[in-house]
């Protein structure tokens, strides 16, 4: 199975940061106005960065007034933020049409759709980035709104005992990394020839069984149980150790 751009569109404009907009639109012919804007904005930030683009080259691509701009952004940086904003809330309810009830299961297809909507949306990583140097409010709130979430779900994937008890907070930020870093690398368009069933099987294994080899796992977990694990050259070494006391 090769990485494809089938990410279905999701209106996000009620979800969208107040202060963001100038104002919610009233009629639907409103709301795809800004829409519009909203995509011209992001189509404009990730192809010449925040700095390079200037509010009359996001109402030109959408094919608008200038004045037409205001009516639904204070300015620049308030479209940046509705866009990541957007991003947020698109990718959020992508992710959420697995209805496999088993946390690693889920951690499986999550992995793949992420991986489908970034290449879907390649330019949102470099959205994302920039907006670290542009407003790390803006950059934080994305990424924190999604640990939010997905920590409640580990929590309450523990207390299943479906996955290992934890700080589910690290546990989720952990996952944000592996999945945001994979889709950085892989949403590349000299990239998307790669096999994602490959991809997905050597990451899910990592997140289920993690780096240490079988024959590794029990004795360091013996072992550094009791404060010793930083004195194991090897698993035979563990395991003599570990007889020894």
């Known amino acids: 199975m090769l990485l494809t751009t089938n990410m279905t569109s999701v ?12 104002s919610k639109p009233k009629t639907p012919r409103g709301v795809r106005t800004q829409e519009a804007l909203l995509r011209a ?14 509010v009359g080259d ?17 300015d620049k940086l308030g479209v940046f933020r509705a ?3 957007a991003i947020q809330v698109e990718l959020r309810a992508y992710l959420r049409r697995s209805d496999d009830e088993n946390r690693l299961s889920r951690e499986r297809q999550g992995l793949r759709d992420f ?10 990583f470099r959205i994302l980035q920039e907006s670290y140097v542009v407003d790390q409010d803006i950059y934080f709130s994305y990424f924190e709104g999604i640990a939010t979430s997905y920590s409640k779900r580990l929590k309450a994937a523990q207390s299943k ?9 690290i546990q989720a930020w952990c996952l944000i990394a592996i999945s945001n870093f994979l889709g950085m690398r892989y949403s590349r368009l000299n990239a998307r020839k790669v096999d994602v069933d490959a991809i997905v099987a050597t990451a899910a294994d990592l997140i289920i069984h993690g780096l240490a080899s079988p024959e ?6 013996q072992v550094g149980a009791q404060g010793q694990r930083q004195k194991i050259k090897s698993p035979k070494d563990a395991k003599s150790k570990s007889r020894a006391r």
């Open 83 to 85: 866009v990541v904003d």
């Open 161 to 169: 005992g479906e996955i290992a008890k934890g700080d589910a907070d």
């Open 216 to 221: 590794y796992v029990e004795p360091i977990r």
């Open 11 to 22: 209106s996000c404009l009620s979800m969208t940061s107040r202060n963001a907009l100038a």
């Open 58 to 74: 996001i109402a030109q691509t959408a094919g608008m007034a200038l004045g037409t701009f205001y009516l639904y952004f204070p």
């Open 115 to 124: 991986l489908s909507f970034a290449c879907d949306r390649p330019g949102m």
């Open 41 to 54: 904005a992001e189509e404009c930030f990730s192809q010449r960065g925040f700095h390079a683009v200037s």
